[in-house]
């Protein structure tokens, strides 16, 4: 946090702004809470260094479980941006000449369920849709925005990182998961799509 206050509010060459930045990164930050954490739970409480290793020691075979899977979703994920199938599906959508707004979510929807990450969906949907956009007042731009930001919140499966840290905290097995965030996360995308499209079909 202090490293993206100080990034957005101190200009460049504010002499305090790469020891924020340092302190902002995300090991030094996880570090300071370690510390912290070893400190106000262990130190003040009087717990001895054996008792406090036995704590910590204890949470780390969950905490590593959740990282592998998040890690191995986030890499098959990667692997197949790399591999373009999600530039392929938008592109064959683009072609079937879908109105605006259908467009947006369908083609977000697409490369969310093709390559896991919500982010790339609506980047890559607001890029390919940026022309088709033109000439649209604001509240429009919103509403396409709203479109393929509900369709990159569908369709969460094994390829999303998310869907493992659900899974593995919430203990569920894979067909689990998929019976119940993946159901989920569809169900809030076509939902919030079609408000999206009343208010577009008012204004």
Not at 7 to 23: K, R
Not at 174 to 179: E, N, P, S
Request: with cysteine.
């Amino acid at each position: 946090m202090a490293g993206t206050v100080s990034a957005t509010l101190m200009p460049p060459s504010h002499p305090l702004l790469g020891t924020l930045q340092l302190i902002g990164s995300p090991m030094v930050a996880l570090m300071i809470a370690l510390v912290l954490a070893f400190w106000l739970l262990a130190l003040r409480r009087g717990w001895s260094l054996q008792h406090t290793s036995d704590i910590m020691g204890s949470a780390l075979p969950t905490a590593a479980v959740v990282i592998l899977v998040t890690g191995a979703g986030g890499v098959f994920g990667k692997v197949l941006v790399e591999s373009g199938v999600g530039k392929a599906l938008a592109n064959m959508l683009q072609m079937i000449d879908l109105p605006l707004l259908p467009a947006a979510f369908i083609i977000s929807l697409a490369l969310r369920a093709s390559q896991g990450s919500a982010t790339v969906a609506i980047l890559t949907t607001g890029g390919l849709l940026s022309e088709a956009v033109m000439g649209l007042n604001p509240i429009q731009c919103v509403l396409v925005t709203l479109a393929a930001c509900f369709g990159g919140l569908g369709a969460s499966h094994i390829n999303d990182s998310g869907f493992w840290i659900v899974t593995k905290y919430l203990g569920l097995s894979v067909a689990d998961g998929l019976k119940t965030w993946t159901v989920l996360t569809t169900i809030l995308g076509f939902t919030g799509f079609l408000i999206t499209w009343c208010v577009w079909a008012v204004i």
